[in-house]
């Protein structure tokens, strides 16, 4: 009797193991591969209807990555019963992977989405208090503080704000802050760094030392603009405020990088008799409308080979903002989940031409991927969409695209003289703005990783900013003061602005556009009628299919493969070079200039952290 309940019970069991097992399966009850496309068919579709939904109702404090993230949540325990990683399929297993990345992620609360919102938020709120009226206590950085850094001499004042933005650090912000440290940290198991998660769609848990390697590379480029800076806020300021030999107070480095593209400002042009054109003036003349800016941009893209937009779409997905809707930037709001559209700048200006290239290669981009099904669909890694407007950019701003393909400064000769001018304002704003979110992403990823303390968050800051930047702490705070990093640093660790893509994006960016120059023939070494920095790309064929074949991947394959046709050498990794070769005649110059003067390059640094104890 007990032998037939044991075989009873045995029976049983195995009936609700099979019972249990047709429950987790789907379509025709196995878990193969044709089944998981049935399953991928179904994710599709949601996401789809989630991204339609996202456009019409869009949430401005989570990125659409992170909200495609949590709407796709409900199907991750079933994706992770498969054995994807041996299906047959390559684009099949890579949807797999793609997709899984998000179950890494705890869902996200209120607490994640209101420490968000304060960090995003924190450059227009107002807590500070007047120089002249500390009563009023309502003055933000962007809007207020930043003009002041841009257009004032006076050492006393742009200090002041300086010391008192930081003073008065509201406590919610730093909770904020506190939230995404524990809330990076505690993603890890034994053994593992945070910056596994936060370096998960480059597919490269080191990516921090690619990055590193890319600060060596333009680090004696860096140091000659130094000690140039150096040398033009030591003429300006005096030799009591600004030392011959050593570090360069920060208040004033922020100072000479928001004067980059100000006409009247503390640099002075390598040659200044030979004026820079006024391209505002240009732009005038010329008469374009804002939408125009829009269309010249798309014509730019039809013209190397891309399908050209019809005039309904363009009339459909292109919206023309509230006037001052776009912030102190005027930036446009791109819709690139679902249904595309561009929310583009009311006002006409060069900066903002060279912008809306970029904007439309955002487009362009999302066009592309977004023919691919879930997870493929998705960006190769977060600024590669960036890195491919930046070698649009670098295009559309060279003089011989502007004369010949625009109709604008007819009436100048670029020689060297003035072309040398015209790379020594881009190159001061590059030189400044890339090191500094090197900096931001150094010391957040050590922060996350555990490689400092919380207490020594600060004076790792300063150490971070002397080592690569040659820059010190102006003044000490007051008593109670927690932090000095600017806004951008807080920014940089929310999804939508992190430093990595402004990072990747800026060095790939040249990157490409040097690739794809010398496989057209547009730069040739040694040739000075084929320079890198004249390198137009309108009009050719061959440019418009090696973009296309870049954007079409989507993320189907790695970052570093869909690079990877682009050189003769098959690189699959980011380099500094063609950074520093673009800025060639300006990294010579400075030299040359620096030795004649006498001065001295490089700065010694001191452990604030060490003193601090």
Not at 51 to 79: N, V
Not at 139 to 145: C, D, L, P
């Amino acid at each position: 009797m007990l032998k037939y309940q044991f075989l009873l019970i045995t029976v049983l069991l195995a009936l609700t193991d099979l019972i249990q097992g047709q429950n987790i399966t789907t379509g025709n009850n196995t878990l193969d591969e044709e089944s998981a496309r049935n399953l991928m068919q179904r994710i599709d579709d949601v996401y789809w209807k989630s991204a339609t939904a996202y456009r019409r109702f869009a949430d401005d404090t989570l990125s659409p990555e992170i909200l495609m993230r949590e709407k796709l949540r409900e199907f991750y325990d079933t994706m992770q019963k498969y054995d994807w990683k041996n299906f047959n399929d390559p684009l099949l297993k890579r949807q797999f992977q793609v997709i899984l990345r998000g179950a890494s992620y705890p869902p996200i609360d209120h607490k994640f989405k209101r420490a968000t919102q304060l960090l995003k938020g924190m450059s227009r709120r107002k807590w500070v208090c007047k120089k002249e009226e500390p009563q009023k206590c309502k003055m933000a950085f962007v809007h207020q503080i930043k003009t002041i850094f841009t257009n004032s001499d006076n050492l006393n004042e742009i200090k002041y704000y300086w010391r008192e933005w930081r003073n008065k650090l509201p406590l919610d912000v730093i909770q904020a802050f506190h939230y995404y440290i524990d809330y990076y940290r505690n993603l890890t198991v034994a053994n593992e760094t945070a910056s596994k998660y936060w370096y998960d769609q480059y597919e490269d848990t080191n990516f921090l030392t690619e990055l590193e390697g890319l600060m060596e590379t333009i680090g004696p480029f860096y140091r000659e603009m130094h000690a140039h800076l150096r040398h033009v806020l030591r003429i300006k300021y005096g030799k009591d405020i600004i030392p011959p030999t050593g570090l360069i107070p920060h208040h004033l480095m922020e100072q000479v990088t928001y004067q980059s593209w100000k006409k009247d400002s503390v640099l002075r042009n390598p040659f200044p008799e030979n004026k820079l054109p006024n391209l505002q003036s240009e732009l005038d003349d010329a008469g374009f409308s804002p939408f125009d800016l829009v269309n010249i941009s798309a014509r730019f893209f039809g013209s190397i080979g891309f399908e050209n937009l019809t005039e309904n779409f363009m009339h459909d997905h292109f919206i023309e903002m509230e006037p001052g809707s776009g912030g102190p930037d005027c930036k446009s709001r791109i819709f690139d989940f679902g249904e595309i559209e561009m929310n583009y700048c009311p006002k006409v200006y060069y900066k903002k031409l060279l912008q809306t290239h970029g904007d439309v290669s955002t487009i362009q981009y999302a066009l592309a991927k977004n023919n691919l099904s879930v997870g493929l669909n998705q960006e190769a890694s977060p600024g590669f969409g960036n890195a491919l407007g930046e070698a649009v950019i670098l295009s559309v701003s060279t003089p011989k695209h502007l004369q010949q393909r625009l109709g604008l400064l007819k009436d100048y000769e670029y020689d060297d003289l003035l072309n040398t001018n015209r790379l020594y304002r881009l190159a001061v704003h590059s030189l400044l703005t890339i090191p500094t979110y090197f900096v931001h992403e150094k010391l957040w990823v050590d922060i996350i990783n555990k490689n400092i303390s919380i207490a020594d968050i600060n004076c790792h800051y300063w150490n971070l900013m002397q080592k690569y930047m040659g820059v010190g702490k102006p003044v000490e705070n007051e008593e109670g003061s927690t932090y000095d990093m600017p806004y951008k640093f807080y920014e940089g660790i929310v999804d939508q602005f992190r430093s990595t893509k402004k990072i990747f994006g800026e060095f790939l960016g040249y990157q490409i556009y040097r690739a794809v120059c010398l496989n057209i023939g547009e730069y040739q070494r040694g040739n000075a009628y084929k320079t890198l920095d004249n390198c137009d790309l309108a009009g050719n064929k061959q440019v418009g299919h090696l973009l296309n074949e870049m954007m079409s991947a989507g993320s189907s394959k790695p970052w570093r493969e869909i690079i990877k046709p682009l050189t003769v050498r098959k690189l699959t990794h980011l380099t500094g070079t063609a950074f520093i070769e673009y800025y060639n005649s300006i990294n010579e110059w400075l030299s040359e200039d620096n030795l004649s003067k006498n001065l001295q390059v490089g700065w010694t640094a001191t452990d604030r952290c060490t003193k601090a104890q």
